[in-house]
């Protein structure tokens, strides 16, 4: 038997995000996952390190690479309409849960357990994905932003008010540590 699983999320290069904005460079759903599993790895270590915490960073990190992968199926909803009001948040997540099970579906049997988690992640494991997910909109932000595209001035300005209402400790030091590094080019990044 067939089993399309790996074969959808090879599907996750073709969806493309932020698709209301004019953009300097297309970011498609797998470059964002792979980016928010970094960052949600070093917001679950900086825990970990610096805020007395014991969370499995490998596990949050894989968790975050799965966390969007229900979009092969809805597609990325803009975030002013998927939050616009409780009644469509309500229903998006139905729909989300409903692709969520469409995908484990196409596993074998014996493997659909092992990835029922990823999908459904307990709280503290969600935090840091969400704090992850902002993140990496305030990156795709500043990187526009640094190529002189003012569509994305606003977004980065609620982006980071949205980051300060997590009241997450770690995405704060992430911030204070890392961000900056985003705003300069190669040449000084590379610098000690």
């Known amino acids: 038997m067939n089993n399309h699983f790996y074969a959808m999320l090879s599907r996750m290069k073709n969806i493309y995000r932020w698709g209301l904005m004019r953009n300097t460079k297309q970011e498609n759903l797998s470059e964002h996952s792979l980016e928010v599993a970094f960052i ?13 915490g014991n969370v499995d960073p490998y596990k949050i990190a894989v968790t975050a690479m799965f966390h969007d992968t229900t979009e092969i199926i809805t597609g990325d909803m803009p975030t002013p309409i998927k939050y616009y009001n409780p009644e469509i948040r309500t229903v998006y997540k139905q729909i989300e849960t409903i692709a969520s099970e469409r995908l484990i579906s196409m596993l074998p049997d014996d493997m659909r357990e092992d990835f029922k988690e990823l999908y459904a992640p307990d709280e503290e494991t969600v935090k840091f994905i969400k704090a992850a997910d902002k993140i990496s909109a305030l990156i795709k932000c500043t990187e526009e932003l640094n190529m002189g595209n003012r569509e994305f001035s606003t977004a980065e300005k609620s982006t980071k008010a949205a980051i300060k209402k997590l009241n ?16 300069l080019p190669l040449d000084e990044q590379n610098n000690k």
């Open 40 to 52: 949600a790895h070093a917001l679950a270590v900086i825990h970990n390190k610096r805020c007395g």
């Open 168 to 183: 997450l400790p770690e995405a704060d030091i992430f911030l204070k540590e890392f961000m900056a590094s985003f705003s």
